[in-house]
């Protein structure tokens, strides 16, 4: 089943593959720039990183969003 942020609210699932697709050339969105996790864009990164029960697989470009991401992004990534 595939889901958003958004729908994923109040879900779970055994396994979630969370998709940071943000790459290189494109403006860095707003969610992954956020400076605090009380900032809206990272509460919805946390609530793509919760859904899962027992695995979380992560899709992401690791080195464009380590030079471009906000502290957030940085540390999970990190």
Do not use: K
């Not at 940071?20 to 900032?39: C, I, K, Q, Y």
């Amino acid at each position: 089943r595939a889901s958003t942020v958004h729908r994923a609210q109040g879900d779970e699932a055994d396994t979630v593959v969370f998709c940071l697709d943000d790459s290189p050339g494109a403006p860095t969105s707003r969610f992954l720039t956020a400076r605090s996790w009380t900032d809206a864009g990272a509460r919805l990164v946390n609530v793509g990183l919760s859904r899962a029960r027992e695995r979380l697989i992560v899709l992401a470009p690791v080195d464009h969003l380590l030079r471009t991401g906000g502290p957030v992004v940085r540390r999970l990534l990190g």
